[in-house]
């Protein structure tokens, strides 16, 4: 029974992070696309588009770091528990 608890305690935290995570790397990636895909002018013209996108990008890339933080925090919490039962 502890076992399977464990199991799918990490389970649950791998799969959540890593669905979160491909999607903010999926607009990551989509994002420098487009840009590289501009011309030098578009891109002079448009510095402050790039400038708040890689400010967004940042935001996201901070929240999923905030959620692994908690996630494994709540995993290593259930796995202690589940370690003194």
């Known amino acids: 029974m502890r076992s399977k608890c464990l ?8 799969t959540l992070l890593i669905d979160y995570d491909n999607s903010v790397i999926r607009r990551i990636d989509r994002k420098v696309k487009e840009w590289a895909s501009w011309n030098r002018l578009k891109s002079f013209l448009q510095q402050n588009e790039i ?15 905030m959620k692994f933080s908690v996630r494994t925090f709540i995993a290593s919490l259930w796995q202690y528990v589940l370690i003194q039962l």
Do not use: P
Not at 7 to 14: C, F, G, L, R, S
Not at 51 to 60: E, F
């Open 7 to 14: 199991y799918y305690a990490k389970y649950y935290t791998t």
């Open 51 to 65: 400038k708040d996108g890689i400010d967004r990008l940042h935001r996201d890339i901070d929240a999923v770091m």
